[in-house]
């Protein structure tokens, strides 16, 4: 058992990296929140002082702001949407017996460790170019004509690149809660006659709750900030301009970083309705 000798030891020992954490958190956001107040501009003028709310107002007036919100939750939501059921299909499969699962299961993983940019590369040119894309030859096979899909379907194309790159996290934490699964429930249940469906829905779904609360809220805390696909293959047009990528534009392209560092304030209080709304309402299931 600790004693109170011991914990204040480690409580001095922990100090040092608590106060680097907060350091490294808390400074950059100060700087935020004090830029957010002034208008500097680097290339004309520098610092020319202070004008209150007039970049929240100006940012949140903007025509590009609330279709910037909307572009955001959609991709969130997407991906959200098809890692969990593909993640959830992914991970039965891959805990049934079959020859080669070890290398199946490192295969399934590995787009997780690609790059973003790398990734987006390899989906615009490889897979979504309508000329030389794998897409555009199966539509030609088939007798249809191939799709410009950055242009004719923005949002579904970074969705789908996104989720290629993340349906590995979800599958892999899905899968491990799969294996911990008490096969002699699955026994019973079967052994009672019960058809796979309802086993699926009444013992396997509810046994995965707890994992899909944790991919919701970790992927829903990265996919908020996306941005690298984005640019790599868009570049923010079409539609799919992102709450991120608008700060982006307004802090490196127009060199307003008064006026960026008022969206970063925007997408931190967007960040935490989203975290506060899936804690309440979903995180419920980690204290069941």
């Given at each position: ?19 680097l ?12 929140l004090?830029f ?14 202070w004008?209150?709310?007039?970049n ?9 702001f609330w ?9 969130v939501g997407?991906?959200?949407a098809?890692?969990i ?10 805990d ?7 290398i199946?299961?490192?295969?399934v993983?590995?787009p997780f460790?690609v ?7 390899v ?7 309508p ?40 599958t892999?934490?899905?899968l491990?809660?799969?294996?911990s699964?008490?096969?002699e ?27 899909i609360?944790?991919v ?10 996306i941005?690298?696909e984005?640019?790599v293959?868009?570049q923010?047009?079409f ?11 307004r ?9 960026g ?6 997408a931190?209080?967007?960040a935490n309705?989203?975290?506060i709304f ?11």
């Open positions: 058992m600790a004693t109170q000798h011991s914990r204040s030891a480690a409580r001095i020992m922990m100090a040092p990296a608590v106060i954490l907060l350091g490294w958190m808390l400074v950059p956001l100060a700087m935020t004090l957010s107040f002034k208008q500097y501009l680097p290339l004309r003028g520098g610092d020319l002082g004008v209150g709310f007039e929240y107002v100006r940012f949140v007036s903007s025509s590009a279709p910037s919100v909307q572009a955001t939750l959609v991709i997407g991906v959200l098809i890692t059921c593909f993640g959830v299909l992914l991970a039965m499969l891959l049934q017996p079959f020859w080669g699962q070890g199946v299961r490192i295969l993983i590995a460790f790059m973003p940019t790398v990734s987006a590369l989906w615009k040119n490889m897979f979504m170019d000329v030389n894309g794998l897409f555009a030859h199966l539509w030609k096979f088939f007798g249809a004509d191939p799709v410009v899909w950055l242009s004719e379907a923005p949002l579904f194309s970074i969705v789908l690149i996104v989720s290629w790159q993340w349906l590995p996290f979800a892999l934490i899905l491990t809660a799969i294996q699964l008490d096969s429930q699955l026994e019973a249940s079967e052994m009672d006659g019960a058809p796979p469906l309802k086993r699926f829905w009444f013992i396997i779904l509810p046994h995965l709750s707890r994992a609360t944790v919701l809220l970790i992927q829903t805390i990265f996919l908020l900030s941005f690298a984005i640019f293959t868009t923010g047009s539609g799919t301009r992102t709450l991120t990528y608008l700060i982006f534009q802090v490196l392209e127009s060199q307003n970083v008064g006026l560092s008022a969206g970063g304030v925007y931190i209080i967007l309705i989203v975290a899936l804690m309440r309402i979903v995180g419920k299931n980690l204290d069941a």
